[in-house]
């Protein structure tokens, strides 16, 4: 107890993410101490029951409550003395846009920004509620991030973890979470690259854009997730989504009988396009934005990323370097967090969101 005083007045603190997905909850727990390091503590994965979840939004949340009371049981003796950072997922009712707005000298910086922004469609829904972050200021004006997210989304979560007795410090979106776990371990002579990271999730994809060291900005996308990849391999080899599953996680030639190898192979590649359609489109939206310019790199994260030989396939296809995102890769760990082979390639990325989270400091 004495020990755990004294750092909590010297400043150090422990901050949990988490991470609600389709299928599962992810839990981070890093310690930031009063020097201004911080240790990846915990990571966890709690399964969700099925259709405990359905397109972001709950549809059980007896369930619910019971997984992230389990996973919170395993990781946090003491919830007073962590703080909570909990996420929602950006293509499930959540607008991100930037604004520039000029700043008198003596007016009321917060009352310009929200009057500003509450006039663009569609801000300017009443049912939405409003945050924002300025990340520039510079001859009167000011560089914003904006969020609007629907207020009964947002009171359903809320209720949800007052309901399991957690008191959140912070609710942030997946996209954010990711750009915070890129930029922590980004090396620093890469921090102003301009990075693109495509969210590959079980029923929606997404796409979010880093330039200068900054969010520039995202995308929902209609198409690119593993549901679109499933649809295309059931249409064209007659599976089921199990099947699908088991050849997405198979490092070994997988049989179906009436098909070749050849067969699967080729489904594969249909399949792959699915996501690198979706991917362009992004990307051309972002190129339109800024004048042709293309990201230097693009980064995978989500359940798709672990498809073996989609970095490859995108990489030929759009001729920009890809690779799955490895947020821990430079991120001090505990040993007995990682072990001494680490998160497996197929595990390390899903836990990118819950570890942006936990990068925050209160």
Known sequence: MASDFISHILGDRQTVGIDIGHYSIKLVRVFHDHHGNIQVTAVDLERLPEKTMEDGEIKDEEKLREALSKIMARHVDD??????VAGINS??????????????????????????????PPFDDQDNILDYEVYDREDGQ??????AAKS?????????????????????????GLANAYMASVAPENRNDTVAIFNIGEKKASIVFLMDGFFHSTRALTS???????NMLSRHLGIDANKCHEIFESDKSVTI????????????????EEIVGA?????????????GEKPTKILLSGGGTSLTGLCEHIQDRIEIPTEGINPFEKIPCSP????????????????APALGYAMRKF
């Open 152 to 176: 009964a989304m947002l009171d359903s979560w809320g209720q949800l973890y007052k309901n399991t007795d957690i008191a959140l410090s912070a609710l942030d979106v997946d996209i954010f």
């Open 279 to 291: 991917l362009e489109f992004g990307i051309r939206y972002f190129s339109n934005s800024e004048s």
């Open 336 to 351: 007995d967090v990682v072990g001494e082979l680490g998160l497996s390639k197929a595990l390390v990325n899903i836990y």
């Open 142 to 147: 000011a560089k914003i991030n904006i969020v």
């Open 79 to 84: 919830r007073e003395k962590v703080d909570v």
């Open 224 to 230: 690119g997730s593993m549901e679109s990849v499933i």
């Open 257 to 272: 009988e009436g098909f070749s190898e050849a067969d699967i192979e080729s489904a594969m590649q249909l399949a792959f």
């Open 91 to 120: 293509a499930s009712g959540v607008l991100v846009d930037k604004l520039v707005v000029k700043i008198p000298k003596t007016a009321n910086e917060d009352a310009i920004i929200v009057q500003t922004a509450q006039a663009r």
